[in-house]
């Protein structure tokens, strides 16, 4: 059976933004898993009731309801074990959690300031009141105060990244020789900024450059062409 997954979507139902639902979306090809997507605006969280919680991603396969990127990166990892590995052992694991929490934190922090005012204009009419409420309400600014300087937030986001330039700088991809869960992790949050707005935010002279372009073409099936 098909796994479908539930993932936010702008007005455009084929404009994609969530990072969690971009990790789950970019585990699902890893694995080479065949799945389909049901596109969801904000205002519709009846769309995935079943799961009894409010937060995207969400997966159903067959009978299984799971939500949380995390929690289904290791259901994935579970169940489809023959399949390509997100983590090839239980270190790597530990190693991917880690990180991932990190890329949720520390580097996401610097986002929001790069692309809210792009990502609140390619929202559905009806999910704008409620996104500008919530995010003004968890901001303490309004959304045009907040995203006044996206460029002070794209060289914090660089700072950020420094420990993940260095790695990169003597292999190919976060996991090593291949990618893994923690390259998944990475590219999801870039493409959170990617397919939510124009802005440059990374430099091409940057090792962390190379590894993007890498990762898209890898990754290209479940990324629009024009992301570059």
Known sequence: MTITLYELSGSDRNQFFSPHC????LALVHKQLPHKTEPVWFTEKEKFAMSKQPLLPVITDGK????????????????YHDSPRLFADDDTRAKAELFNQWVSTELSKHIPGILI???????????KDYFRKTREERLGASLEVFGATPEKHIQGL??????????LTTQDYLGGD???????CLLGTFLWIANSSNKTFLNEDDP?????????????????????
């Open 64 to 79: 299984k309801i799971i939500n949380d990127s995390w929690t289904i990166a290791e259901y994935l990892e579970a169940k």
């Open 178 to 184: 291949t990618a893994d869960y923690r390259d998944i």
């Open 158 to 167: 660089q700072d950020e990244l420094a420990d993940v330039r260095e790695i």
């Open 22 to 25: 971009w990790k789950t979306k």
């Open 117 to 127: 005012l792009d990502l609140y204009h390619l929202l559905a009419e009806q999910d």
């Open 208 to 228: 962390v450059y190379t590894w993007y372009q890498r990762v898209l073409n890898d990754y290209r099936m479940a990324i629009p062409d024009s992301i570059q």
